[in-house]
């Protein structure tokens, strides 16, 4: 008579539980799947949302910093008026481009502006004829003829106190009493080619 062995209860019961452990298990990883996949794009979605403003903030930086710069005005700041000789005349910054005598009455680099107390503003053009000599008349000025200058939004008054020639060197001395804000005019000295007339005009 042969002896069979047959599963005991306890074995079956374990099978069972590994089998519904494995089949839940199996059902269940796509769903965990999805969510491991959402999450990761969730933070994706995060870092790049962060990155972007931060990238916004440096370009305000950079817009706030280039305002900062400082413009040269490319149009005129102020007149000079002459009224005896019919001069009236506008002048750019002294850093201008086109603050040369070739195109403009310039604005000498040495030059104060005009509402520096005991400064000196110092204009110089050319003379003679031809259609960029604004100063070729100066030679009629007289001992106390009247300039004026207009610059932001405020007029000077001067009155020439004197004039005096010097040679062309390429550097002009300029002599004024220090103590008074002055204008200087400068150009070339009429009918003489080797000389500069240099013409004193003190704050009214």
Known sequence: MNNKKGISPSGVALIAALLLLSGGFLLSYPYLSAKRVYAFDYMNEKFFETKTVVLEEENMLDVKEETTVDVIPTSYIGMLQIPKLGIQRGFLDKRASGNNVDENITVLKESDYPDVSKGNFILAGHSGPTAISFFDSLY???????ATVTYKDKTYTYKLAYSYKVLKTGTVQINRDRDKTTLTLITCT???????????????
């Open 140 to 146: 009629q000025l007289e001992v106390g003829d009247i």
């Open 190 to 204: 009429n009918h003489d080619n080797t000389t500069q007339t240099v013409y004193i005009l003190e704050r009214v």
